[in-house]
Nanobody, 115 residues
Framework: QVQLVESGGGLVQPGGSLRLSCAAS????????ISWYRQAPGKQRELVAV???????NYADSMKGRFTISRDNAKNTVYLQMNSLKPEDTAVYYC?????????WGQGTQVTVSS
């Protein structure tokens, strides 16, 4: 019954903003670190950002200053605020929950940055 459901993807112009959401259920959300990954066509999946159960955050260098990860444990939801979007940000974005030996993935949401 574990579920991670991403939403908020879509088409946005370069320089625009988008906020992704990852809604979790079926596990003790607050105890897990949550990450955002992305995968562009023909490319490897890469880490975008992570937020731990203690709300420590870290970002890939190319995202630093543009993307912000946050969590609302009362809503069992993690967000990824994406600003100053570039065409190279186009990818399917996935959220992932991690705790010890437990790892869960969402289904992904498409983000397309194009004029």
């Amino acid at each position: 019954q574990v579920q991670l459901v991403e939403s908020g993807g879509g088409l946005v112009q370069p320089g625009g903003s988008l906020r992704l959401s990852c809604a979790a259920s079926g596990f003790t959300f607050s105890a897990y670190a949550i990450s955002w990954y992305r995968q562009a066509p023909g490319k490897q999946r890469e880490l975008v950002a992570v937020i731990t159960s203690g709300r420590y955050t870290n970002y890939a260098d190319s995202m630093k200053g543009r993307f912000t990860i946050s969590r609302d444990n009362a809503k069992n939801t993690v967000y990824l605020q994406m600003n100053s979007l570039k065409p190279e940000d186009t990818a399917v974005y996935y959220c992932k929950a991690d705790r010890l030996l437990d790892h869960y993935w969402g289904q992904g949401t498409q983000v397309t940055v194009s004029s």
